[in-house]
Protein backbone atom coordinates (compact mmCIF):
# COMPACT_ATOMS: atom_id res chain seq x y z
CA UNK A 1 0.00 0.00 0.00
CA UNK A 2 1.26 3.34 -1.01
CA UNK A 3 -0.03 6.83 0.33
CA UNK A 4 2.38 8.61 -1.28
CA UNK A 5 2.93 8.37 -5.22
CA UNK A 6 6.59 9.11 -6.78
CA UNK A 7 8.01 11.91 -5.16
CA UNK A 8 10.39 14.07 -6.96
CA UNK A 9 11.59 15.79 -3.91
CA UNK A 10 14.98 16.88 -3.13
CA UNK A 11 15.12 15.81 0.63
CA UNK A 12 19.21 16.34 0.98
CA UNK A 13 18.53 20.22 0.32
CA UNK A 14 16.56 20.23 3.37
CA UNK A 15 19.03 18.24 5.82
CA UNK A 16 20.41 21.29 6.50
CA UNK A 17 17.67 23.24 8.10
CA UNK A 18 16.92 19.72 9.93
CA UNK A 19 20.20 19.16 11.15
CA UNK A 20 19.60 22.76 12.84
CA UNK A 21 16.37 21.64 14.36
CA UNK A 22 18.09 18.87 15.68
CA UNK A 23 20.20 20.57 17.46
CA UNK A 24 17.86 23.24 18.77
CA UNK A 25 15.84 20.20 20.15
CA UNK A 26 19.13 18.59 21.48
CA UNK A 27 20.27 21.49 23.67
CA UNK A 28 16.81 22.10 25.10
CA UNK A 29 17.16 18.58 26.41
CA UNK A 30 20.24 19.10 27.75
CA UNK A 31 19.02 22.47 29.73
CA UNK A 32 16.32 20.83 30.70
CA UNK A 33 17.75 17.87 32.31
CA UNK A 34 20.77 20.42 33.72
CA UNK A 35 18.03 22.36 35.35
CA UNK A 36 16.02 19.46 36.85
CA UNK A 37 19.65 18.08 38.10
CA UNK A 38 19.20 14.91 35.85
CA UNK A 39 15.89 12.56 34.88
CA UNK A 40 13.60 12.84 37.51
CA UNK A 41 14.46 8.96 39.14
CA UNK A 42 12.01 6.93 39.83
CA UNK A 43 12.23 4.71 43.30
CA UNK A 44 13.26 2.21 40.94
CA UNK A 45 16.93 4.06 40.90
CA UNK A 46 16.87 6.20 44.01
CA UNK A 47 16.27 3.71 46.46
CA UNK A 48 13.33 4.31 49.38
CA UNK A 49 9.45 4.13 49.36
CA UNK A 50 7.09 5.11 46.62
CA UNK A 51 3.23 5.46 47.71
CA UNK A 52 0.83 5.55 45.10
CA UNK A 53 -2.54 7.17 46.00
CA UNK A 54 -5.74 8.06 44.95
CA UNK A 55 -7.74 11.51 46.30
CA UNK A 56 -11.53 11.38 46.64
CA UNK A 57 -10.87 14.89 45.45
CA UNK A 58 -8.61 17.20 43.37
CA UNK A 59 -5.81 18.67 45.18
CA UNK A 60 -2.49 20.56 44.70
CA UNK A 61 0.75 18.86 44.50
CA UNK A 62 2.28 21.81 47.04
CA UNK A 63 -0.64 21.40 49.20
CA UNK A 64 -0.69 17.73 49.30
CA UNK A 65 3.61 17.52 50.01
CA UNK A 66 3.02 20.80 52.58
CA UNK A 67 0.42 18.88 54.53
CA UNK A 68 2.65 15.90 54.39
CA UNK A 69 5.62 17.42 55.50
CA UNK A 70 3.66 18.85 58.48
CA UNK A 71 2.61 15.91 59.24
CA UNK A 72 5.98 14.13 59.97
CA UNK A 73 6.24 12.63 56.38
CA UNK A 74 8.26 15.10 54.71
CA UNK A 75 8.56 13.71 50.86
CA UNK A 76 11.39 13.69 48.37
CA UNK A 77 8.56 14.38 45.61
CA UNK A 78 5.20 14.61 44.67
CA UNK A 79 3.66 13.91 41.06
CA UNK A 80 0.38 13.70 39.56
CA UNK A 81 0.25 9.78 37.99
CA UNK A 82 -2.12 8.93 34.90
CA UNK A 83 -4.77 11.90 34.32
CA UNK A 84 -6.38 14.91 35.78
CA UNK A 85 -9.23 13.54 36.88
CA UNK A 86 -7.50 10.15 37.99
CA UNK A 87 -6.42 12.33 41.72
CA UNK A 88 -3.89 9.97 41.58
CA UNK A 89 -0.30 10.78 43.13
CA UNK A 90 3.19 9.57 43.74
CA UNK A 91 4.70 9.84 46.87
CA UNK A 92 8.20 9.26 47.25
CA UNK A 93 9.72 9.07 50.38
CA UNK A 94 13.71 9.00 51.40
CA UNK A 95 14.98 5.62 52.40
CA UNK A 96 15.58 6.99 55.86
CA UNK A 97 12.29 7.65 56.62
CA UNK A 98 11.27 3.99 56.83
CA UNK A 99 13.35 0.58 56.15
CA UNK A 100 12.21 -2.22 54.83
CA UNK A 101 11.33 -3.73 58.13
CA UNK A 102 9.12 -0.61 58.75
CA UNK A 103 7.01 -0.46 55.35
CA UNK A 104 3.93 -1.71 57.50
CA UNK A 105 4.13 0.40 60.35
CA UNK A 106 4.53 3.42 58.24
CA UNK A 107 1.77 2.21 55.89
CA UNK A 108 -0.77 2.24 59.35
CA UNK A 109 0.82 5.76 60.29
CA UNK A 110 -0.26 7.08 56.63
CA UNK A 111 -3.91 5.47 56.60
CA UNK A 112 -4.63 6.87 60.06
CA UNK A 113 -3.27 10.20 58.68
CA UNK A 114 -5.72 10.18 55.68
CA UNK A 115 -9.11 9.36 58.29
CA UNK A 116 -8.06 12.07 60.55
CA UNK A 117 -7.18 15.21 57.79
CA UNK A 118 -10.07 16.81 55.74
CA UNK A 119 -8.09 16.89 52.79
CA UNK A 120 -7.37 13.37 52.54
CA UNK A 121 -10.38 12.33 53.49
CA UNK A 122 -11.70 8.89 51.29
CA UNK A 123 -7.98 8.67 49.55
CA UNK A 124 -6.75 5.43 49.76
CA UNK A 125 -3.07 3.75 49.09
CA UNK A 126 -3.24 1.46 45.98
CA UNK A 127 0.69 0.73 46.19
CA UNK A 128 3.31 1.07 48.28
CA UNK A 129 7.39 -0.05 47.00
CA UNK A 130 10.46 -0.50 48.73
CA UNK A 131 13.87 -0.73 47.30
CA UNK A 132 17.06 -0.54 49.03
CA UNK A 133 19.53 2.49 47.91
CA UNK A 134 22.27 0.16 46.62
CA UNK A 135 19.88 -1.82 44.66
CA UNK A 136 18.24 1.52 43.17
CA UNK A 137 22.49 2.52 42.16
CA UNK A 138 22.58 -1.03 40.51
CA UNK A 139 19.22 -0.65 38.42
CA UNK A 140 20.77 3.05 37.32
CA UNK A 141 24.10 1.33 36.03
CA UNK A 142 22.09 -2.07 34.42
CA UNK A 143 19.91 0.57 32.76
CA UNK A 144 22.28 3.05 31.43
CA UNK A 145 24.16 -0.36 30.29
CA UNK A 146 21.61 -1.95 28.56
CA UNK A 147 21.27 0.96 26.00
CA UNK A 148 24.71 1.42 25.87
CA UNK A 149 24.75 -1.94 24.66
CA UNK A 150 21.99 -1.72 22.38
CA UNK A 151 23.86 0.73 20.55
CA UNK A 152 27.03 -0.70 20.04
CA UNK A 153 25.26 -3.80 19.13
CA UNK A 154 23.76 -2.27 16.44
CA UNK A 155 26.81 -0.52 15.33
CA UNK A 156 28.49 -3.55 15.08
CA UNK A 157 25.38 -5.03 12.97
CA UNK A 158 24.98 -2.36 10.52
CA UNK A 159 29.27 -2.33 10.06
CA UNK A 160 29.27 -5.66 8.93
CA UNK A 161 25.50 -5.19 6.51
CA UNK A 162 26.35 -1.62 5.56
CA UNK A 163 29.38 0.93 5.01
CA UNK A 164 30.95 2.03 8.30
CA UNK A 165 29.74 5.65 7.48
CA UNK A 166 26.38 4.02 6.97
CA UNK A 167 26.54 2.64 10.45
CA UNK A 168 28.05 5.55 12.45
CA UNK A 169 24.95 7.69 10.48
CA UNK A 170 22.59 5.06 11.95
CA UNK A 171 23.88 5.26 15.82
CA UNK A 172 24.29 8.95 15.72
CA UNK A 173 20.52 9.43 14.83
CA UNK A 174 20.11 6.44 18.14
CA UNK A 175 21.61 8.99 20.08
CA UNK A 176 19.97 11.78 18.52
CA UNK A 177 16.22 9.80 19.19
CA UNK A 178 17.27 8.63 22.85
CA UNK A 179 18.54 12.40 24.07
CA UNK A 180 15.50 14.03 22.76
CA UNK A 181 13.07 11.88 24.06
CA UNK A 182 14.60 11.55 27.57
CA UNK A 183 14.87 15.49 27.16
CA UNK A 184 10.64 15.22 26.63
CA UNK A 185 10.52 13.17 29.94
CA UNK A 186 12.44 16.04 31.56
CA UNK A 187 10.35 18.49 30.09
CA UNK A 188 7.54 16.87 30.63
CA UNK A 189 8.75 16.21 34.44
CA UNK A 190 7.74 12.69 34.42
CA UNK A 191 9.70 10.05 36.36
CA UNK A 192 12.03 8.12 35.17
CA UNK A 193 11.06 4.44 35.45
CA UNK A 194 12.22 0.90 34.22
CA UNK A 195 8.86 1.30 32.12
CA UNK A 196 10.66 3.86 30.52
CA UNK A 197 13.73 2.48 30.35
CA UNK A 198 11.90 -0.52 28.55
CA UNK A 199 10.34 2.64 26.19
CA UNK A 200 13.06 3.61 24.89
CA UNK A 201 15.04 0.60 24.07
CA UNK A 202 12.10 0.42 22.00
CA UNK A 203 12.53 3.72 20.64
CA UNK A 204 15.57 2.54 19.72
CA UNK A 205 14.87 -0.87 17.83
CA UNK A 206 12.23 1.10 16.24
CA UNK A 207 14.48 3.84 15.03
CA UNK A 208 17.30 1.40 13.63
CA UNK A 209 14.45 -0.28 11.97
CA UNK A 210 13.18 2.65 9.65
CA UNK A 211 17.03 3.73 9.40
CA UNK A 212 17.62 0.21 8.05
CA UNK A 213 15.05 0.18 5.60
CA UNK A 214 15.94 3.70 4.21
CA UNK A 215 19.96 2.41 3.73
CA UNK A 216 19.18 -0.93 2.22
CA UNK A 217 17.06 0.88 -0.72
CA UNK A 218 19.94 3.52 -0.92
CA UNK A 219 22.39 0.89 -1.06
CA UNK A 220 20.00 -1.44 -3.78
CA UNK A 221 20.15 1.74 -5.92
CA UNK A 222 24.17 1.74 -5.69
CA UNK A 223 24.05 -0.98 -7.34
CA UNK A 224 20.96 -0.85 -9.92
CA UNK A 225 22.30 3.34 -10.87
CA UNK A 226 25.73 3.20 -10.58
CA UNK A 227 26.11 6.34 -12.65
CA UNK A 228 23.82 8.58 -10.64
CA UNK A 229 25.31 11.01 -8.34
CA UNK A 230 25.18 9.90 -4.26
CA UNK A 231 22.69 12.66 -3.84
CA UNK A 232 20.24 11.92 -5.74
CA UNK A 233 20.56 7.79 -4.84
CA UNK A 234 19.56 9.27 -1.58
CA UNK A 235 16.62 11.20 -2.63
CA UNK A 236 15.38 8.38 -4.53
CA UNK A 237 16.42 5.52 -1.59
CA UNK A 238 13.91 8.24 0.71
CA UNK A 239 11.62 8.89 -1.49
CA UNK A 240 10.99 4.93 -2.34
CA UNK A 241 10.39 4.14 1.31
CA UNK A 242 8.62 7.55 2.43
CA UNK A 243 5.28 5.54 1.98
CA UNK A 244 6.52 2.91 4.21
CA UNK A 245 8.06 4.71 6.76
CA UNK A 246 4.71 7.00 7.34
CA UNK A 247 2.43 4.17 7.42
CA UNK A 248 4.43 2.51 9.95
CA UNK A 249 4.84 5.74 12.05
CA UNK A 250 0.41 5.76 11.54
CA UNK A 251 -0.25 2.42 12.52
CA UNK A 252 2.11 2.53 15.47
CA UNK A 253 0.88 6.21 17.11
CA UNK A 254 -3.01 5.00 15.94
CA UNK A 255 -2.29 1.83 18.96
CA UNK A 256 -0.30 4.51 20.99
CA UNK A 257 -3.14 7.01 21.27
CA UNK A 258 -5.51 5.35 23.05
CA UNK A 259 -3.05 3.87 24.99
CA UNK A 260 -1.66 7.20 26.21
CA UNK A 261 -5.11 8.18 27.02
CA UNK A 262 -7.47 5.60 28.04
CA UNK A 263 -5.04 2.92 29.38
CA UNK A 264 -4.77 3.88 32.81
CA UNK A 265 -1.60 5.48 34.89
CA UNK A 266 0.17 2.48 34.82
CA UNK A 267 0.66 2.92 31.15
CA UNK A 268 0.62 6.57 30.56
CA UNK A 269 3.94 7.09 30.71
CA UNK A 270 5.43 4.54 28.87
CA UNK A 271 3.09 5.23 25.96
CA UNK A 272 3.80 9.10 26.39
CA UNK A 273 7.32 7.85 26.03
CA UNK A 274 6.94 5.92 22.78
CA UNK A 275 5.12 8.55 20.78
CA UNK A 276 7.65 11.22 21.13
CA UNK A 277 9.99 8.72 20.11
CA UNK A 278 8.07 7.04 17.15
CA UNK A 279 7.81 10.97 15.59
CA UNK A 280 11.59 11.58 16.52
CA UNK A 281 12.51 8.28 15.09
CA UNK A 282 10.66 8.48 11.77
CA UNK A 283 11.98 12.54 11.51
CA UNK A 284 15.73 11.24 12.21
CA UNK A 285 15.49 8.04 9.66
CA UNK A 286 15.18 10.49 6.98
CA UNK A 287 17.52 13.75 8.19
CA UNK A 288 19.62 12.71 10.98
CA UNK A 289 20.81 9.31 10.09
CA UNK A 290 20.84 10.25 6.12
CA UNK A 291 22.50 13.25 6.00
CA UNK A 292 25.58 12.00 8.20
CA UNK A 293 25.88 10.00 4.99
CA UNK A 294 26.07 12.15 2.50
CA UNK A 295 28.53 14.56 4.63
CA UNK A 296 30.47 10.94 5.04
CA UNK A 297 30.28 9.98 1.95
CA UNK A 298 31.19 13.72 0.33
CA UNK A 299 34.04 13.81 3.00
CA UNK A 300 35.19 10.68 1.65
CA UNK A 301 35.44 11.56 -2.11
CA UNK A 302 37.44 14.73 -1.02
CA UNK A 303 39.47 12.83 0.81
Known amino acids: MRIIGKLNYDFVDKMGGAMRISIALAVISIASLLYHQGPNWGVEFTGGTEIHI ?13 ELAESG ?18 IQFAPE ?18 AESENFQGASIQRIDYIG ?16 IACVGILGYLVLRFEFGFAVGAVIALIHDTLITVGAISLADKEFTLAIVAALLTVIGYSVN ?22 ELVNDGISQTLSRTLLTA ?7 VPLFFLGGSVIHDFAFTLMVGVII ?10 AFVVYWRKRKETI
Open 210 to 231: DTIVIFDRIRENMGNFPEKGFR
Open 97 to 114: LATFDQIGDFQKSLEDLF
Open 250 to 256: ITVFIVL
Open 54 to 66: KLAKSLETNVLKG
Open 73 to 90: FPSESVQRFGLPGDNEHL
Open 281 to 290: GTYSSVFVAS
Open 133 to 148: PRVGKELITKALLSIL
